[in-house]
């Protein structure tokens, strides 16, 4: 692998945190890429009203037991890990767990295996998909 076949994506946490425990992402929007991605916890993560906005009580304390501790305490404007995405289709009602979130109907699952934690370095996300460059790409080293 070298840094062409990878593409880096932001979530804001402690979404991107989940990615290690087997999540489902969401999205708004469907995507066709299939590949590597290296995975970034965006600077500014959910406050604990927006988590539940998006997720519910009883997700909410499904995220906390998962993680074992508190949302707010996720690492921010960091890398985390990298994941194979490998499909993207339409929200069923029995994704909800896996997602964390509410059943949503307009949403896209965007399926990922293999997800790896990685040493977190400093990583300045934007919105989307987004190249790495070879630098960024050395700094890559799995835990």
Known sequence: MNENDIMALSWKQPFASLMLHGKIETRTWKTNYRGYVLICASKKPYNVNELFQISGAYQYYRIIETLGYEPCNCLCGQTIAIGKLIDCRPMKLED??????????????HIYEDVKEIEPFPFKGKQGWSKIDKETFNKIKYV
């Open 96 to 109: 909800s767990d896996l997602c964390f979130t509410f059943f949503n109907p307009n949403l896209w699952c």
